[in-house]
Structure formats: structure tokens, C-alpha cells
């Protein structure tokens, strides 16, 4: 009942910064549907803050990012998984801007880092949702799309890392497009996906 809730929240703070994604809130159809329902709401959420702040709209910034904020960490105390500290670290590093956005002293591209941190742990948290418990062929859309959540990271680490996790990515995102296809050469291909996004996951670990 408190996921249904919180569901059903975020998709109401999504559409108050997001008109246009209004159309995105489709009812979910099971556990993997609302996964990427509550994860693409916490991101656009983000997103919007990010946004404003270019904009130098300091009220809407410090709004989007509390709201943002508030809905990362209630997936971080919902989550049972290992990257539950994660994400509440990247809650913490949230929390410490908002003051300095409603004072318009977020400058350069502090935001646009701490918020690509926290979309990378909320993307691995996920990914690690979905991989647990039954087989990974019906949920390669909900995998895929959360993978490149993990990706948009990349560009906030820099350097040899984010070649690193590029190339981790890429390969995982590669494994999954084979499962896609369904059929026997799938089914035989899940396995090595799964070790693909287990190196995705133990990558996220190492640089948050």
C-alpha cells in the first residue's frame, strides 16, 4: 500500500513540474511497471531543478529539488538492496544544496553533478529491483531504460571511470538487446546478462 501511494505521489509532484510528461502517467501493470513509473519521476523531478537553476529561477530550483530530494529518499528507505546507502548518500549531498539554492548560490555545474550522482544511484538501485526474483526476458525495457539512467552519471566522474562504465554499459545494454529477441539463443544469453549487469552494479559501488 505505501509503494502504491508513493506511486501515485510522485506522479502528482511529476506533473506539477512536468506538464508536458503528463501523458507518460500511464496506469502501472505490475511490480516492473511501477519500478520505472517512481524512478522516472524522481529523475524528471531532478531534471527540472537542474533546469531552473540554468534558468537562475532560484524559487523553482530550490521547489523541484526538494521535491526531488524528498522522493530519492523515500525510494533510499523503501530500497532492501545493497545500494540503499547509496542512495542515501546522494540524499545527503541533495539536502546540502537546497540551501544554497534558495539563496541562489549554486553555481557552475555543482547541481547538474550532484543530480547526475544521485540519477546513477537511483538507475543501479533499480537495476537491481528488477534483476531480482524470476527471469530478466520480460523485464529488458525496465532494464534497458535504467541502464541509461546509470549512463547519464558518467558524464559527473570523468576521466578513466567513465570510460570504465561506459564499456560496462555498453556491453550490458548490448546483452539486452539479445534478450529482447527472445527464443532459445535468449534464454541461453540470460546468464551472461546477468554477470554483465552484476559488473555494472559493482561499478556503481565503487564510485559513489
Do not use: H, W
Not at 120 to 138: D, I, R, T
Amino acid at each position: 500500500m505505501k509503494k502504491i501511494l508513493f506511486c501515485f505521489a510522485t506522479s502528482i509532484a511529476a506533473i506539477s513540474y512536468a506538464p508536458t510528461a503528463a501523458s507518460a502517467a500511464i496506469p502501472a501493470r505490475g511490480a516492473t511497471t511501477m519500478l520505472q513509473i517512481s524512478s522516472d519521476s524522481t529523475a524528471t523531478l531532478l531534471d527540472k531543478a537542474v533546469e531552473a537553476n540554468a534558468k537562475g529561477d532560484k524559487a523553482g530550483t530550490a521547489k523541484a529539488l526538494q521535491a526531488g530530494t524528498t522522493a530519492l529518499e523515500t525510494e533510499a528507505k523503501s530500497s532492501t538492496g545493497s545500494l540503499k546507502d547509496k542512495l542515501l548518500g546522494q540524499v545527503g549531498n541533495l539536502k546540502k544544496l537546497i540551501p544554497l539554492a534558495q539563496s541562489g548560490l549554486l553555481k557552475g555545474d555543482i547541481l547538474q553533478k550532484a543530480v547526475s550522482l544521485a540519477k546513477m544511484a537511483l538507475g543501479a538501485s533499480q537495476v537491481e529491483k528488477l534483476m531480482g526474483g524470476g527471469n530478466l526476458l520480460s523485464k529488458v525495457t525496465g532494464l534497458t531504460s535504467n541502464l541509461n539512467l546509470v549512463k547519464t552519471g558518467l558524464s559527473a566522474l570523468g576521466g578513466s571511470s567513465a570510460s570504465t562504465g561506459n564499456s560496462l554499459i555498453t556491453t550490458a545494454l548490448g546483452g539486452l538487446s539479445k534478450l529482447s529477441k527472445g527464443g532459445v539463443a535468449a534464454k541461453a544469453a540470460e546468464p551472461a546478462v546477468k554477470g554483465q549487469l552484476d559488473s555494472v552494479l559493482g561499478f556503481v559501488k565503487g564510485v559513489l
